[in-house]
């Protein structure tokens, strides 16, 4: 089968859970025999080898498409722009016109789910939704250092002003029920993946006469057996170590576990934070020290690496993960993980090694606890598995399904 895969997240020297996962599908279907090319950005530097070789694509990248943002204006205009993001889909969408021709099937792994009302008739089209921007302008739902419940349309204009008055409102409104109605359509139009059942309810929350007959929830998944050649490799797990690996951003709750923890680890502890973005930098001046070390960002191997060495990981989002990569690594490396029961995470209790792996709790302070008491435990490192439920090779023939419908 030729597959296009399709992501505005790649190229990148950095990436996310996102493209991780396209890279990670990519390589799965190219090791089943599938002839497999990655359509991406054009506006990074590098030539298109070098970029799937720092990608970690076993296969070729095509740069498609420019995503430089030509003056739209929000932050200073004060709204939503009701153009902006069907711009960029078209151009999305043109790109995979013109790459996609003879493609089998095109899969679109991104920030833009309208992308589908603009590809050519008759397209096998398929999309994946990673996150809440089916409804969301920001992708998170994630305002005031917590969840975002708000459904009316004019209340979103508070994550591009603060103090809106009717017209700024108006205008974003306007945005924000074009881009409902443009998913919506593009749903009932097209093949899509929730990545999780927490991501398909809360659109139909927002959008409860969407036809959802065409959708299904498949999760992310990862390269198990990769996962268990590191723990294969690894020296036994380092007493009192707790990993937080990702990007240090708002959202993520790395300050709100830092400040709830402070004066509360035991002595052994040693909080590793593996990631950059825009907060580390000051969490580092307030936190960093004898217990806590901020490393920077590591590329993957160096990721697990530490996460495989850990006595336990946190994943502390305080905002609504759909499906976190990050849980499910570590639950493949058969270290403890300890998150907030929010979002899709709950879900991903079915993918443990071992009853108790993954512990979930409802508020910052118990989370500490959790991580208190995994301390006060000996770190065990179990052998890895024979399977992981969220590996590539299980998921894949689901996806493979829905290509050949």
Same mark, same amino acid.
């Given at each position: 089968?030729?597959?296009?895969?399709?992501?505005?997240?790649?190229?990148?020297?950095?990436?996310?859970?996102?493209?991780?996962?396209?890279?990670?599908?990519?390589?799965?279907?190219?090791?089943?025999?599938?002839?497999?090319?990655?359509?991406?950005?054009?506006?990074?530097?590098? $030539?298109?080898?070098?970029?799937?070789?720092?990608?970690?694509?076993?296969?070729?990248?095509?740069?498609?498409?420019?995503?430089?943002?030509?003056?739209?204006?929000? =932050?200073?205009?004060?709204?939503? *722009?009701p153009l902006k993001r069907p711009y960029f889909a078209r151009k999305i969408a043109g790109a995979i016109n013109r790459h996609g021709a003879d493609a089998d099937v095109v899969h679109y792994?991104?920030?833009?789910?309208?992308?589908? /009302?603009?590809?050519?008739?008759?397209? *096998?089209?398929?999309?994946?939704?990673?996150?809440?921007? =089916?409804?969301?302008?920001?992708?998170?739902?994630?305002?005031?250092?917590?969840?975002?419940?708000?459904?009316?349309?004019?209340?979103?204009?508070?994550?591009?002003?603060?103090?809106?008055?009717?017209?700024?409102? =108006?205008?974003?409104?306007?945005?924000?029920?074009r881009y409902r109605d443009d998913s919506a359509r593009a749903f009932a139009l097209h093949k899509t993946v929730f990545v999780s059942q927490f991501l398909l309810r809360q659109f139909l929350? $927002?959008?409860?006469? $969407?036809?959802? $007959?065409?959708?299904?929830?498949?999760?992310?998944?990862?390269?198990?057996?990769?996962?268990? &050649?590191?723990?294969?490799?690894?020296?036994?797990?380092?007493?009192?170590?707790?990993?937080?690996?990702?990007?240090?951003?708002?959202?993520?709750?790395?300050?709100?576990?830092?400040?709830?923890?402070?004066?509360?680890?035991?002595? /052994?502890?040693?909080?590793?934070?593996?990631?950059?973005?825009?907060?580390?930098?000051?969490?580092?001046?307030?936190?960093?020290?004898?217990?806590?070390?901020?490393?920077?960002?590591?590329?993957?191997?160096?990721?697990?690496?530490?996460?495989?060495?850990?006595?336990?990981?946190?994943?502390? %989002?305080?905002?609504?993960?759909?499906?976190?990569?990050?849980?499910?690594?570590?639950?493949?490396?058969?270290?403890?993980?300890?998150?907030?029961?929010?979002?899709?995470?709950?879900?991903?209790?079915?993918?443990? %090694?071992?009853?108790?792996? /993954?512990? /979930?709790?409802?508020?910052?302070?118990?989370?500490?606890?959790?991580?208190?008491?995994?301390? &006060?435990?000996?770190?065990?490192?179990?052998?890895?598995?024979?399977?992981?439920?969220a590996d590539a090779a299980h998921l894949l023939p689901r996806l493979l399904e829905l290509y050949a419908e």
């Open positions: 089968m030729r597959i296009l895969l399709v992501s505005e997240d790649l190229p990148g020297e950095q990436i996310g859970g996102l493209g991780k996962h396209v890279v990670t599908l990519g390589n799965a279907l190219l090791a089943h025999g599938h002839a497999v090319r990655i359509l991406g950005r054009s506006d990074r530097p590098g $030539a298109s080898s070098e970029h799937a070789r720092r990608i970690g694509f076993h296969g070729p990248f095509v740069p498609g498409f420019d995503y430089a943002h030509p003056g739209w204006k929000e =932050s200073q205009l004060g709204v939503f *722009n792994h991104g920030h833009l789910p309208m992308v589908g /009302l603009h590809v050519a008739p008759g397209m *096998n089209y398929v999309q994946t939704r990673h996150d809440q921007g =089916s409804e969301c302008l920001t992708h998170l739902r994630f305002r005031d250092d917590r969840p975002c419940t708000t459904l009316a349309p004019r209340d979103c204009s508070a994550c591009i002003c603060t103090d809106a008055g009717a017209l700024r409102k =108006s205008v974003t409104a306007i945005a924000v029920n929350r $927002a959008v409860p006469h $969407a036809d959802l $007959a065409r959708c299904r929830v498949i999760p992310n998944f990862v390269d198990y057996p990769r996962l268990a &050649a590191i723990v294969d490799g690894a020296l036994a797990p380092v007493a009192g170590r707790v990993v937080l690996v990702g990007r240090v951003d708002a959202g993520k709750g790395f300050g709100e576990f830092l400040a709830a923890a402070a004066g509360r680890l035991p002595e /052994l502890a040693q909080v590793l934070v593996a990631g950059d973005g825009p907060e580390r930098v000051a969490l580092e001046g307030r936190h960093a020290g004898v217990q806590v070390r901020f490393l920077g960002w590591q590329d993957y191997a160096g990721a697990l690496a530490l996460a495989a060495s850990a006595h336990a990981c946190v994943v502390p %989002s305080v905002c609504e993960e759909a499906c976190s990569t990050t849980v499910l690594e570590a639950l493949a490396l058969g270290r403890p993980c300890i998150a907030l029961a929010r979002g899709g995470t709950p879900e991903l209790a079915a993918y443990q %090694s071992y009853p108790g792996q /993954l512990q /979930l709790a409802h508020s910052m302070p118990e989370l500490v606890e959790r991580v208190r008491a995994q301390l &006060a435990t000996a770190p065990a490192r179990p052998p890895p598995a024979a399977g992981f439920g």
